[in-house]
Protein backbone atom coordinates (compact mmCIF):
# COMPACT_ATOMS: atom_id res chain seq x y z
CA UNK A 1 0.00 0.00 0.00
CA UNK A 2 1.45 3.38 -1.01
CA UNK A 3 -1.11 4.70 2.01
CA UNK A 4 -1.79 8.65 1.13
CA UNK A 5 -0.53 10.49 -1.30
CA UNK A 6 0.30 13.90 -2.49
CA UNK A 7 1.14 15.93 -5.63
CA UNK A 8 2.82 18.22 -5.93
CA UNK A 9 5.54 18.36 -2.94
CA UNK A 10 6.28 21.99 -3.41
CA UNK A 11 4.46 24.69 -6.08
CA UNK A 12 4.87 28.22 -6.06
CA UNK A 13 2.15 30.56 -7.22
CA UNK A 14 1.56 34.08 -8.22
CA UNK A 15 -1.28 36.02 -6.41
CA UNK A 16 -4.43 35.21 -8.60
CA UNK A 17 -3.57 32.18 -10.32
CA UNK A 18 -5.61 28.62 -9.90
CA UNK A 19 -4.45 25.16 -9.05
CA UNK A 20 -5.13 21.44 -7.72
CA UNK A 21 -3.57 19.84 -4.76
CA UNK A 22 -3.59 15.88 -5.54
CA UNK A 23 -4.36 13.42 -2.63
CA UNK A 24 -5.21 10.10 -3.14
CA UNK A 25 -4.97 7.02 -0.60
CA UNK A 26 -5.25 3.25 -1.19
CA UNK A 27 -6.70 2.38 1.96
CA UNK A 28 -10.49 2.22 1.07
CA UNK A 29 -11.18 4.75 3.48
CA UNK A 30 -14.21 6.62 3.93
CA UNK A 31 -12.78 10.07 5.01
CA UNK A 32 -10.99 12.05 3.97
CA UNK A 33 -9.35 15.90 4.98
CA UNK A 34 -7.34 18.67 4.28
CA UNK A 35 -5.73 20.35 7.05
CA UNK A 36 -3.50 23.39 6.67
CA UNK A 37 -0.54 24.19 8.97
CA UNK A 38 1.12 27.64 9.74
CA UNK A 39 3.78 28.49 11.96
CA UNK A 40 2.41 28.84 15.83
CA UNK A 41 -1.30 27.86 14.58
CA UNK A 42 -1.08 24.15 14.21
CA UNK A 43 -2.87 22.05 11.88
CA UNK A 44 -6.44 23.56 10.66
CA UNK A 45 -8.94 21.70 8.69
CA UNK A 46 -10.31 23.12 5.82
CA UNK A 47 -12.82 20.46 3.97
CA UNK A 48 -13.45 16.61 4.52
CA UNK A 49 -15.74 14.25 3.16
CA UNK A 50 -17.23 11.11 4.82
CA UNK A 51 -17.47 9.26 1.31
CA UNK A 52 -18.15 9.76 -2.32
CA UNK A 53 -20.15 12.57 -3.47
CA UNK A 54 -20.24 14.16 0.43
CA UNK A 55 -18.20 16.99 1.31
CA UNK A 56 -18.53 19.71 4.08
CA UNK A 57 -16.60 22.53 5.51
CA UNK A 58 -13.93 22.89 8.26
CA UNK A 59 -12.54 25.34 10.46
CA UNK A 60 -11.41 27.73 7.56
CA UNK A 61 -12.77 26.81 4.29
CA UNK A 62 -12.42 30.43 2.36
CA UNK A 63 -10.79 30.41 -0.99
CA UNK A 64 -10.66 26.51 -1.61
CA UNK A 65 -13.47 23.71 -2.97
CA UNK A 66 -13.03 20.41 -3.01
CA UNK A 67 -14.75 17.53 -4.87
CA UNK A 68 -14.81 13.55 -3.97
CA UNK A 69 -16.38 11.94 -7.15
CA UNK A 70 -14.18 8.79 -5.87
CA UNK A 71 -13.35 6.77 -2.77
CA UNK A 72 -9.72 6.99 -3.75
CA UNK A 73 -9.42 10.83 -4.79
CA UNK A 74 -9.74 14.09 -2.83
CA UNK A 75 -8.65 17.41 -4.81
CA UNK A 76 -8.19 20.80 -3.10
CA UNK A 77 -8.84 23.27 -5.81
CA UNK A 78 -7.49 26.93 -4.98
CA UNK A 79 -9.89 29.17 -6.99
CA UNK A 80 -7.83 32.40 -6.75
CA UNK A 81 -4.51 31.76 -4.71
CA UNK A 82 -3.68 34.48 -2.13
CA UNK A 83 -0.20 35.70 -0.16
CA UNK A 84 -2.35 34.39 3.10
CA UNK A 85 -2.70 30.65 1.59
CA UNK A 86 0.93 30.42 2.18
CA UNK A 87 0.90 27.11 4.25
CA UNK A 88 1.57 23.48 4.15
CA UNK A 89 -0.81 21.38 3.53
CA UNK A 90 -1.96 17.96 4.61
CA UNK A 91 -4.22 15.46 3.25
CA UNK A 92 -5.72 12.83 5.84
CA UNK A 93 -7.78 9.69 5.72
CA UNK A 94 -9.62 7.18 8.12
CA UNK A 95 -12.01 4.33 8.87
CA UNK A 96 -14.92 5.86 9.64
CA UNK A 97 -15.56 10.02 10.81
CA UNK A 98 -13.23 10.22 14.03
CA UNK A 99 -13.52 6.82 15.36
CA UNK A 100 -10.04 5.64 13.42
CA UNK A 101 -6.25 6.06 13.32
CA UNK A 102 -6.10 9.11 10.36
CA UNK A 103 -3.29 8.75 7.99
CA UNK A 104 -1.59 11.85 6.83
CA UNK A 105 -0.07 12.75 3.07
CA UNK A 106 3.63 13.84 3.54
CA UNK A 107 2.20 17.43 2.95
CA UNK A 108 2.74 19.80 0.25
CA UNK A 109 4.17 23.39 0.84
CA UNK A 110 2.55 26.20 -1.15
CA UNK A 111 4.20 29.55 -1.44
CA UNK A 112 1.89 32.07 -2.83
CA UNK A 113 3.89 35.57 -4.28
CA UNK B 1 -15.02 26.24 20.23
CA UNK B 2 -12.60 23.85 21.48
CA UNK B 3 -9.22 24.58 21.98
CA UNK B 4 -6.09 22.33 22.34
CA UNK B 5 -2.95 23.95 24.39
CA UNK B 6 0.43 21.66 24.99
CA UNK B 7 2.72 22.08 27.32
CA UNK B 8 5.97 22.68 27.49
CA UNK B 9 6.28 24.20 24.01
CA UNK B 10 10.00 23.35 23.37
CA UNK B 11 11.51 20.11 25.53
CA UNK B 12 15.47 19.71 25.63
CA UNK B 13 16.74 16.63 27.60
CA UNK B 14 19.44 14.11 28.06
CA UNK B 15 19.08 10.72 26.47
CA UNK B 16 17.40 7.95 28.62
CA UNK B 17 15.53 10.59 30.74
CA UNK B 18 11.65 9.98 31.15
CA UNK B 19 9.70 12.58 30.03
CA UNK B 20 5.69 13.88 30.06
CA UNK B 21 4.07 15.92 27.16
CA UNK B 22 1.03 17.31 27.74
CA UNK B 23 -2.04 18.38 26.63
CA UNK B 24 -5.58 20.46 27.44
CA UNK B 25 -8.61 20.90 26.19
CA UNK B 26 -11.87 23.05 27.01
CA UNK B 27 -14.46 20.88 25.94
CA UNK B 28 -14.62 17.23 27.71
CA UNK B 29 -17.04 15.87 25.23
CA UNK B 30 -14.73 14.33 23.26
CA UNK B 31 -14.72 11.42 20.60
CA UNK B 32 -11.14 10.27 21.24
CA UNK B 33 -8.10 11.91 21.28
CA UNK B 34 -4.75 10.91 19.20
CA UNK B 35 -0.49 11.42 19.56
CA UNK B 36 1.38 12.06 16.73
CA UNK B 37 4.91 12.68 15.94
CA UNK B 38 6.08 14.82 13.53
CA UNK B 39 9.62 15.55 11.93
CA UNK B 40 10.64 18.33 10.09
CA UNK B 41 9.48 18.49 6.72
CA UNK B 42 7.42 15.62 6.74
CA UNK B 43 4.06 14.14 7.67
CA UNK B 44 2.18 13.26 10.55
CA UNK B 45 2.56 9.65 11.94
CA UNK B 46 0.28 8.59 14.34
CA UNK B 47 1.45 7.19 17.67
CA UNK B 48 -1.37 6.50 19.50
CA UNK B 49 -5.19 6.35 19.82
CA UNK B 50 -7.56 6.94 22.92
CA UNK B 51 -10.93 6.28 23.04
CA UNK B 52 -13.35 8.25 24.95
CA UNK B 53 -13.37 5.57 27.09
CA UNK B 54 -10.59 5.00 27.50
CA UNK B 55 -8.04 5.69 30.13
CA UNK B 56 -4.73 4.79 28.63
CA UNK B 57 -3.03 2.86 25.70
CA UNK B 58 0.62 1.89 25.56
CA UNK B 59 3.16 1.28 22.59
CA UNK B 60 5.97 0.18 23.48
CA UNK B 61 7.63 2.61 25.25
CA UNK B 62 5.32 5.42 24.76
CA UNK B 63 2.07 5.38 27.06
CA UNK B 64 -0.44 8.11 26.94
CA UNK B 65 -3.09 8.78 29.26
CA UNK B 66 -6.93 10.54 29.42
CA UNK B 67 -8.85 12.38 31.92
CA UNK B 68 -11.79 13.75 30.45
CA UNK B 69 -13.10 15.37 33.27
CA UNK B 70 -10.28 17.26 33.81
CA UNK B 71 -9.52 18.27 30.01
CA UNK B 72 -6.18 16.32 30.10
CA UNK B 73 -3.78 13.93 28.08
CA UNK B 74 -0.60 13.25 28.73
CA UNK B 75 2.65 11.46 26.55
CA UNK B 76 5.02 9.39 28.46
CA UNK B 77 8.12 8.86 26.93
CA UNK B 78 10.57 6.28 28.75
CA UNK B 79 13.77 5.71 28.54
CA UNK B 80 13.84 8.67 25.91
CA UNK B 81 16.48 8.60 22.74
CA UNK B 82 18.07 11.03 19.92
CA UNK B 83 15.70 8.75 17.23
CA UNK B 84 12.60 10.63 19.60
CA UNK B 85 13.21 13.94 18.52
CA UNK B 86 10.52 15.61 16.42
CA UNK B 87 7.30 17.91 17.26
CA UNK B 88 4.89 15.59 18.84
CA UNK B 89 1.10 16.69 18.70
CA UNK B 90 -2.13 15.73 20.19
CA UNK B 91 -5.76 15.99 18.27
CA UNK B 92 -8.74 15.92 19.96
CA UNK B 93 -11.36 14.13 18.06
CA UNK B 94 -15.42 14.99 17.79
CA UNK B 95 -17.91 12.91 15.89
CA UNK B 96 -19.24 14.92 13.35
CA UNK B 97 -16.74 17.84 14.09
CA UNK B 98 -13.26 16.25 12.99
CA UNK B 99 -9.88 16.59 14.75
CA UNK B 100 -8.68 19.95 16.48
CA UNK B 101 -4.52 20.38 17.17
CA UNK B 102 -2.92 21.39 19.31
CA UNK B 103 0.31 23.76 18.54
CA UNK B 104 2.94 20.78 19.46
CA UNK B 105 5.35 20.31 21.49
CA UNK B 106 9.38 20.42 20.07
CA UNK B 107 11.39 17.50 21.60
CA UNK B 108 15.15 17.01 21.22
CA UNK B 109 16.93 14.65 23.04
CA UNK B 110 20.82 14.92 23.43
CA UNK B 111 23.29 12.37 22.92
Known amino acids: NAGVTQTPKFQVLKTGQSMTLQCAQDMNHEYMSWYRQDPGMGLRLIHY???????DQGEVPNGYNVSRSTTEDFPLRLLSAAPSQTSVYFCASSNRETGETQYFGPGTRLLVL | KQEVTQIPAALSVPEGENLVLNCSFTDSAIYNLQWFRQDPGKGLTSLLLIQSSQREQTSGRLNASLDKSSGRSTLYIAASQPGDSATYLC??????????FGPGTRLSVLP
Open chain 1, 49 to 55: SVGAGIT
Open chain 2, 91 to 100: AVGFYGQNFV
